[in-house]
């Protein structure tokens, strides 16, 4: 089965920084990789996803890369703010798998004021 | 528009006891997933259920299973509950059963203690 390994753990930055998670996937099928951000106390939410037809993928602040040949994906935060500290996790599936997502370990994202 | 809901918030069982967890939909969702996270880790796929039919499984025992209703509010039941059972519980609601045709939305979760 598909298996996502997530870096770094944590990671602090100062406000104003730019942060960047990496992600690498195993199964080659998998073609859909979404970005969840979980606050303390709550469920994850999505905050940005990317397709396999797709290298890269810009909202605001946050960006996504995709590297199909080396299974391996980064979101990336620019001008970091204290509301952006949260747990942000990664994860992957494909289309004949439903909804069934594999997480990464999760980055736990601190950003300094 | 009422977003996903889960009950209980927090419960604590002894070993070997049976847990029962529910969840509600978002508003026109018709698809429900469950998963499990235990602490400081990643969501871990359960199951999901869509049209009161299970329709993919990931790597747990039988003991977990689940229910769908018309209403595409699901339970989430564990039997003969172990320690490793310990965890988050978090359902999922979506507009569609696969093709990764949209995003998943989250409850706050079900905190399961098994002592």
């Known amino acids: 089965g598909e298996n996502v390994e997530q870096h770094p753990s944590t990671l602090s930055v100062q406000e104003g920084d730019s942060a960047v998670i990496k992600c690498t996937y195993s199964d080659s099928a998998s073609n859909y990789f979404p970005w969840y951000k979980q606050e303390l106390g709550k469920g994850p939410q999505l905050i940005i996803d990317i397709r396999s037809n797709v290298g890269e993928k810009k909202d605001q602040r946050i960006a996504v890369t995709l590297n199909k040949t080396a299974k391996h994906f980064s979101l990336h935060i620019t001008e970091t703010q204290p509301e952006d500290s949260a747990v942000y996790f990664c994860?992957?599936?494909?289309?004949?798998?439903?909804?069934?997502?594999?997480f990464g370990g999760g980055t736990r994202l601190m950003v300094k004021p | 528009e009422t977003g996903v809901t889960q009950s209980p918030t927090h419960l604590i069982k002894t070993r070997g006891q049976q847990v029962t967890l529910r969840c509600s939909s978002q508003s026109g969702h018709n698809t429900v997933s469950w998963y499990q996270q235990a602490l400081g880790q990643g969501p871990q796929f359960i199951f999901q259920y869509y049209r009161e039919e299970e329709n993919g499984r990931g790597n747990f025992p039988p003991r977990f299973s689940g229910l769908q209703f018309p209403n595409y509010s699901s339970e989430l039941n564990v039997n003969a509950l172990e320690l490793d059972d310990s965890a988050l519980y978090l359902c999922?609601?979506?507009?569609?059963?696969?093709?990764?045709?949209?995003?998943?939305?989250f409850g706050e979760g079900s905190r399961l203690t098994v002592l």
């Open positions: 999922a609601s979506s507009l569609a059963p696969g093709g990764n045709t949209g995003e998943l939305f």
């Open positions: 994860a992957a599936s494909k289309n004949n798998a439903g909804n069934m997502l594999t």
